[in-house]
Nanobody
Framework: QVQLVESGGGLVQAGGSLRLSCAAS????????VGWLRQAPGKEREFVAS????????SYADSVKGRFTISRDNSKNTVYLQMHSLKPEDTAVYYC?????WGQGTQVNVSS
């Protein structure tokens, strides 16, 4: 069973940057696409970005295109979400997802 652990969240001012990490256990990590989703208070969980197992194809929500970059290092069993030009509306708990497996989430707060 794969387990996912997110880290890297925190408080940042609008316009700032953060890099989130999702560390996975399990030897088959590189075979699977991994996604980042987020949930703001009072809102439904929404898709942010995803990346294929090889890292060759990535997808983004329109709201983060050009500001966020998803990447992975399969030698470290880790997926990253580099976030630039952060906005207050990016404030949410960010979750890493692989199939039916979810991490515990990491809080991102962007102050105006």
């Amino acid at each position: 069973q794969v387990q996912l652990v997110e880290s890297g969240g925190g408080l940042v001012q609008a316009g700032g940057s953060l890099r989130l990490s999702c560390a996975a256990s399990g030897r088959t990590f590189s075979s699977y696409s991994v996604g980042w989703l987020r949930q703001a208070p009072g809102k439904e969980r929404e898709f942010v970005a995803s990346i294929t197992g090889s890292g060759g194809i990535s997808s983004y929500a329109d709201s983060v295109k050009g500001r966020f970059t998803i990447s992975r290092d399969n030698s470290k069993n880790t997926v990253y979400l580099q976030m630039h030009s952060l906005k207050p509306e990016d404030t949410a708990v960010y979750y890493c997802n692989l199939g039916q497996v979810w991490g515990q989430g990491t809080q991102v707060n962007v102050s105006s």
